[in-house]
């Protein structure tokens, strides 16, 4: 089946800096992976769509300065965290669909647990 | 406007039992899937079963089954024979025609306590 790889698992970092967080399609191309964000006890929000070899999509209220992303290839697509604050701390969790159509369910990552101190 | 209503923040079945958690949906459009995840407290995201708007029987996979009620837009998943392994966050989603890119619009989702 088709698998999702996401990196890191988990990071800690410091209110400033960025963090990039990379998502792979293992066996299998896409072209178009999203980005969600899930805060603690709720649900999965999606952020934006990455489409290969062109800008990403951003949902009504995400900063795109603030969540960088880049989708360089068929197989990678990333999100950076610019200048995180506290507040970005959250899990972030990407998906891609193999094959796409409205009946392919997506394939998640295992997720990345962001905290920010 | 919410479009993936889930009523149950929280059930509790026993071990063996059946349970079904609610999912109620809002579209205009003809064309569209309904889909049931499954997240542990470890946070993947596994897929459990999907309907499609144009699919006149209902979704079964293994022990899920789905009832779906397309003029009351439910789609309910139905565990049989719970296990304590069932126990975790379950998500009804629904991706419709229109939507860009086939990115799936997540309900808030119903924590499921399988109990011994």
């Known amino acids: 089946g088709a698998v999702v790889s996401q990196h890191p698992s988990w990071v800690i970092c410091k209110s400033g800096t960025s963090v990039k967080i990379e998502c792979r399609s293992l066996?299998?191309?896409?072209?178009?992976m999203f980005w969600y964000r899930q805060f603690p006890k709720q649900s999965l929000m999606l952020m934006a769509t990455s489409n290969e070899g062109s800008k990403a999509t951003y949902e009504q209220g995400v900063e795109k300065d603030k969540f960088l992303i880049n989708h360089a290839s068929l197989t990678l697509s990333t999100l950076t965290v610019t200048s995180a604050h506290p507040e970005d701390s959250s899990f972030y969790i990407c998906?891609?669909?193999?094959?796409?159509?409205?009946?392919?369910?997506?394939?998640f990552g295992n997720g990345t647990r962001l905290t920010v101190t | 406007a919410q479009k993936i209503t889930q009523t149950q923040p929280g059930m509790f079945v026993q071990e063996k039992e059946a349970v079904t958690l609610d999912c109620t949906y809002d579209t205009s459009d003809q064309s569209y899937g309904l889909f049931w995840y499954k997240q542990p407290s470890s946070g993947e995201m596994i897929f459990l079963i999907y309907?499609?708007?144009?699919?006149?029987q209902n979704a079964t996979e293994g022990r899920y089954s789905l009832n779906f009620q397309k003029a009351r837009k439910s789609a309910n998943l139905v565990i049989s024979a719970s296990q304590l392994g069932d126990s975790a966050m379950y998500f009804c989603?629904?991706?419709?025609?229109?939507?860009?890119?086939?990115?799936?619009?997540f309900g808030k989702g119903t924590s499921l306590l399988v109990t011994p």
């Open positions: 066996d299998f191309q896409a072209t178009t």
């Open positions: 989603a629904m991706r419709e025609g229109r939507n860009s890119g086939y990115a799936l619009n």
């Open positions: 998906s891609a669909s193999d094959p796409t159509g409205y009946n392919s369910p997506l394939h």
């Open positions: 309907q499609g708007s144009y699919d006149e």
